[in-house]
């Protein structure tokens, strides 16, 4: 061990003498094989409308940046100012003009450590969003079903405006699914006060859809789900593959780009059904936190779990879960109630007509 030591030390010395950036460890580094484990890319945040940054486990510094718009099959490569050459662990990327609006963007970034390990970052991104609208979950299809015709009813999340704004990079968590990625991220689309937007949470084979971000509400043309799912008077969003996201216990919930909670919805089939799965307590806490979510008194959440969420026992393809759209949100189980049988209305006004569960 000691021979190994003093043999490191020596060869340490002699590079030492003969490099010029002896002050700077990373040819030594290079050389004696220290420092070998690349950086790891961490997460972004889209600090301002011309800014973008970009967090690594270690400090870096910047070889070479692309940030390329994607926009209805066209890209462009936007026009950065000159990258800082210090090696730091958070890097700011600058846009010569500002493109908010919660824009794609792909950011292929390559960065070295003080080691000399390089890492090429390829990574979907948002632009920074400041017109979110304010808006709520408003009703919600846990199952999928089957009309007599071979027509599928999908699950859906409908959402109701109440102020215009842009929902480009609004995130959408399902506990159920885990709380560190979320499931679907909105795309940037101008909308109008008292709009009905509808998010099909699965796309059928068959079907030839499209996420409708203008003002033409009629482009998703189907041929194996229900007609009545698609609204031609309502914005339709749609998750592009055929997999099961939403289930009968889950915790829901929309967040902007600082990790607040824009709106949520608990709901459990039977308590033993929540306790199965410890992540659907982790995220009823985060939401108890912010105060987005209280208990059926209207109190803080001290133990949250099944007395609190809404019951989603008898719901069915065509019994949907609907908040009361006359009543002050109040963030209690009291907001929601289960909708009549065939009385669903994705991308429309609730019905009224409750269904009696006792």
């Not at 709380?179 to 006060?193: M, Q, S």
């Not at 936190?289 to 949250?304: C, E, F, I, M, T």
């Not at 069915?316 to 006359?326: I, K």
């Amino acid at each position: 061990m000691r021979k190994e030591f003093f043999a490191s030390f020596f060869l340490g010395a002699l590079l030492c003498g003969i490099l010029p950036s002896c002050d700077d460890s990373t040819e030594i580094n290079r050389v004696l094989g220290l420092g070998t484990e690349a950086p790891v890319f961490v997460s972004y945040k889209a600090a301002s409308g011309t800014e973008i940054d970009f967090q690594f486990s270690v400090p870096v510094k910047v070889l070479g940046a692309r940030l390329i718009a994607t926009h209805e099959d066209q890209n462009l490569e936007l026009e950065l100012e000159n990258f800082s050459g210090e090696y730091e662990s958070t890097i700011a990327l600058h846009l010569k003009e500002d493109h908010s609006g919660g824009k794609s963007i792909i950011a292929d970034i390559l960065v070295e450590d003080t080691g000399g390990n390089s890492l090429n970052l390829l990574v979907p991104v948002k632009t920074r969003n400041y017109r979110l609208p304010s808006l709520r979950l408003n009703e919600v299809r846990t199952e999928q079903g089957t009309s007599s015709k071979g027509k599928y009813s999908i699950e859906f999340i409908e959402l109701y405006t109440k102020t215009e704004g842009n929902l480009g990079a609004m995130r959408l968590f399902l506990a159920s699914m885990g709380i560190d990625e979320p499931v679907y991220e909105f795309p940037g689309a101008e909308v109008n006060a008292n709009e009905y937007i509808t998010l099909h949470m699965r796309t059928k084979n068959g079907d030839t859809v499209k996420d409708e971000l203008g003002e033409n509400t009629g482009l998703s043309e189907i041929t194996v789900s229900n007609e009545k799912d698609v609204s031609s008077t309502a914005r339709d969003l749609w998750v592009p593959v055929d997999t099961k996201y939403l289930h009968n216990t889950d915790v829901i919930y929309l967040v902007d780009q600082d990790d607040l909670i824009i709106d949520a919805l608990v709901i459990a089939e039977s308590p033993d059904a929540w306790t199965k799965n410890k992540t659907l307590t982790k995220a009823a806490e985060l939401l108890a936190k912010q105060g987005a979510w209280l208990d059926k008194n209207g109190g803080a959440v001290k133990s949250p779990g099944y007395t609190d969420a809404v019951d989603s026992d008898k719901t069915t393809a065509t019994r949907t879960l609907c908040r009361d759209e006359a009543k002050t949100d109040s963030n209690t189980l009291s907001d929601w109630y289960i909708c009549n049988t065939s009385k669903a209305t994705p991308g429309a006004k609730n019905s009224t007509e409750r269904y009696n569960t006792k």
